[in-house]
């Protein structure tokens, strides 16, 4: 730890400029770029509402509603796997643009659509979406990654200080001259298989635990508890949506004060914990059927607000941090790309499968299943993840070559 708040502190004390409280510049740029993964997200997670409807609407069968749910992130992977090419050819700011394109384009035609058919299709459509001082650098537009850096920080000092680290590493020797792939998979160092390793689990981790079983069929679970109308169900799956994004705001607070490993430790532990309580709540709804106990309902609620309020507090923010600051910069785009595609893959095992398999273990095994995957998570972060709080991007090489 000392380490990383001694590699930053030459930024502030090299110069005897003030820094700026807020750099304005900074969080505008961060904001909007951010807006691809909300679009996304909300893309992604409207079906949990909208399933109810469209069930009685087109008269869907459970194959049917699964497939719809979760075939975005299968058809996801073709565009994530090119958007580290894109990312290198277009620069990252045209790779939003496209994006953001494809997700305005999608959410029209489904909008639009009136059979199974075309929201399929307008599903496919939206998951093709899914400038940067480091691309200009392996440019070698110095110049223009400079005036980005002058922007982004905090002094003058600040950003020349980072502009040699990042002119370092572009120009940084390494292995694999059969290219970007050829390091990161078939002959990759000891540093980058354990970045890789950290990368893929993490990303795995996020989802296999079942994040998108409780997003996406929520009203599936609280329908199982004994609620009768939509109304009811709607209200309560927009709670939980209220909970998920109020504590990711509480994460934005406290992941540079506490560290990220911390972070990911309680949340981990605190999603086996509570997908152990939903668990045990189902158990005892199915052990008193046909009437479900009243309280049953508040506690699945309860235990749903919980598992969601874990997870977006670390392992659900804390990832895309995480994976992003590890990774070296030669292989970042590729290496970030084969993160996210083993995150969707997982993704869409856990929303193409959850009614068939509840249907096979019942939805309470579902959840213990889930509890398990958390708590191999806590695990695995607690072995193989160091902390990376004050360094810089360029520090990752030798932190994970210790």
Not at 245 to 250: E, G, P, S
């Amino acid at each position: 730890m000392a380490t990383g708040e001694a590699a930053a502190a030459p930024l502030l004390s090299s110069s005897g400029e003030k820094p700026r409280r807020r750099n304005m510049y900074a969080f505008g740029c961060a904001t909007l770029a951010s807006m691809t993964t909300v679009l996304m997200g909300y893309n992604l997670a409207v079906m949990s509402g909208a399933q109810l409807f469209i069930r009685e609407d087109l008269g869907l069968s459970d194959a049917e509603i699964e497939v719809l749910t979760g075939s975005m992130n299968v058809f996801m992977l073709a565009s994530i796997l090119a958007a580290g090419w894109t990312a290198d050819v277009l620069g990252r700011r045209g790779t939003i643009v496209l994006a953001n394109a494809f997700l305005v384009a999608g959410a029209l035609a489904m909008s639009l659509g009136g059979s199974y058919a075309a929201l399929m299709a307008a599903r496919f459509v939206t998951s093709i979406g899914g400038g940067s001082p480091r691309w200009l650098a392996m440019r070698g537009r110095h110049a223009d990654a400079r005036a980005v850096l002058v922007r982004t920080s905090d002094s003058a000092a600040e950003a020349e200080l980072r502009l040699e680290e990042i002119k370092r590493a572009v120009a940084a020797p390494h292995d694999g001259s059969g290219g970007v792939w050829r390091e990161l998979i078939i002959r990759p160092t000891a540093m980058v298989r354990r970045i890789l390793a950290c990368v893929i689990g993490l990303q795995f981790f996020q989802q296999a635990s079942g994040i998108d079983a409780i997003v996406l069929y929520s009203p599936l679970v609280f329908k199982k508890v004994g609620m009768a109308s939509n109304a009811a169900v709607l209200g309560a799956t927009i709670a939980v949506g209220v909970v998920k994004t109020c504590f990711i705001l509480v994460a934005t607070l406290f992941s540079d004060r506490l560290g990220r490993r911390p972070l990911l430790l309680a949340s981990t532990g605190g999603m086996a914990v509570t997908l152990t309580s939903l668990a045990l709540t189902l158990c005892c709804v199915a052990s008193s059927s046909p009437s479900p106990p009243t309280a049953s309902a508040a506690a699945c609620v309860a235990s749903v607000m919980a598992f969601v309020a874990a997870f977006s507090v670390g392992l659900g923010p804390t990832t895309a941090t995480y994976t992003s600051e590890i990774m070296p910069l030669r292989l970042r785009a590729q290496g970030a790309s084969l993160g996210i595609a083993v995150n969707r893959l997982a993704c869409g095992a856990v929303t193409m499968t959850f009614i068939s398999l509840a249907d096979g273990i019942t939805m309470a095994g579902c959840f213990f299943l889930y509890a398990g995957v958390a708590a191999v998570a806590c695990v695995f972060v607690y072995v193989w993840l160091p902390e990376t709080r004050g360094r810089s991007l360029e520090d990752m090489d030798a932190l994970f070559s210790k």
